[in-house]
Nanobody
Framework: DVQLVESGGGSVQAGGALRLSCIASEYSSCMGWFRQAPGKEREGVASADRDGRTDYVDSVKGRFTISLDNAKNTVYLQMSSLTPDDTAMYYC????????????????????WGQGTQVTVS
């Protein structure tokens, strides 16, 4: 399995910004960020493939940006205009897919997960 290590979480006031980072031990064609708040189901936040195509859940569009550094096998999540509703444990995830699959990475089928990093917005 791909090993994933997240960093960059923390506490911030509403309206602030944070950048999460996730280093992968090896290449994966799709990488994504997920989050889970207490008492809620995990939801996909953003995904990106190696060609630069990205997807976002509606609630973060215009505020969050996912990006991949292919050379470093690192995925970032730049978060801005944070609100208390963004408070959650954020997880990095990765999956591979056939080279012929050019569809969006989406939020399903991920089989490697990081330990998570807490984001708290007050």
């Amino acid at each position: 399995d791909v090993q994933l290590v997240e960093s960059g979480g923390g506490s911030v006031q509403a309206g602030g910004a944070l950048r999460l980072s996730c280093i992968a031990s090896e290449y994966s064609s799709c990488m994504g960020w997920f989050r889970q708040a207490p008492g809620k189901e995990r939801e996909g936040v953003a995904s990106a493939d190696r060609d630069g195509r990205t997807d976002y859940v509606d609630s973060v569009k215009g505020r969050f940006t996912i990006s991949l550094d292919n050379a470093k096998n690192t995925v970032y999540l730049q978060m801005s205009s944070l609100t208390p509703d963004d408070t959650a444990m954020y997880y990095c995830a990765a999956k591979s897919r056939p080279v012929w699959d050019r569809s969006s990475c989406g939020s399903t089928g991920y089989n490697s997960w990081g330990q998570g990093t807490q984001v708290t917005v007050s």
